[in-house]
């Protein structure tokens, strides 16, 4: 079993949908990040929380640390939020965080 | 803006070649990784380095070694390449004295290995 799950793997929308995809993590963290990667493989960093939520435009993220569950939201999605989208579990360390990954969640929406 | 430059996007190497691959940037930041993601597996860290001069191994470094000569640039090596490291290498950094600060990605470099 992964220390970090995420889900769903793939996720088809219409544009103007709500989007949720979810992640769950068995490592004690101090952090939890999410993160964008659209095709041709740059990578984003979109969030990173330890409590509640947060939210940029039209993106939400929250986090339950005693449930180990993290959630990021699309609101009124639109086909530029097409991506793959990650999720990874940070502890804080002195000499530096090491993330644990998730798989990713591919997201497209359509017009 | 944190800027992390790779040296190349796409690289196609012959099997028992040593390859670099170079990673830059311009943030002054202490720690730099180098992940390779595969389908399926995720990203996957390989080294990380914390200071100049300072690596540790990642969770698959066999293959692989790395250099921090300079503050700003964190280089892969690959000493012997073989078709199993076929993959997307990605550079990150950050900086350890901002609490928990965010990662910053390069763009990546498509390696292939024939």
């Known amino acids: 079993k992964n220390e970090v799950e995420q889900s769903p793997q793939n996720l088809t929308a219409q544009e103007g949908e709500f989007i949720t995809i979810n992640c769950s993590y068995s490592v004690g963290i101090s952090a939890l990040h999410w993160l964008q990667q659209h095709p041709g493989g740059g990578i984003v960093s979109l969030f990173m929380l330890s409590s509640g939520k947060k939210k940029h435009g039209r993106l939400i993220a929250t986090i339950n640390i005693q449930e180990k569950h993290s959630s990021l939201h699309i609101t009124a999605s639109h086909p530029r939020d097409s991506a793959v989208y990650i999720c990874?579990?940070?502890?804080?360390?002195?000499?530096?965080?090491?993330?644990?990954f998730g798989e990713g969640t591919q997201l497209t929406v359509n017009p | 803006d944190v800027k992390v430059t790779q040296s190349s996007r796409y690289l196609v190497k012959r099997t028992g070649e040593k390859v670099f691959l170079e990673c830059v940037q311009d943030?002054?930041?202490?720690?730099m990784f180098w992940y390779r993601q595969d389908p399926g597996l995720g990203l996957r860290l390989i080294y990380f380095s914390y200071d100049v001069k300072m690596k540790e191994k990642g969770d698959i470094p066999e293959g692989y070694s790395v250099s921090r000569e300079k503050k700003e640039r964190f280089s892969l090596i690959l000493e012997s390449a073989s078709t199993n490291q076929t993959s997307m290498y990605l550079c990150?950094?950050?900086?350890?004295?901002?609490?928990?600060?965010?990662?910053?990605f390069g763009n990546g470099t498509r390696l292939t290995v024939t």
């Open positions: 990874a579990a940070g502890k804080f360390e002195t000499s530096g965080s090491r993330l644990t």
């Open positions: 990150a950094s950050r900086s350890p004295f901002l609490g928990a600060s965010p990662l910053h």
């Open positions: 943030m002054d930041h202490e720690n």
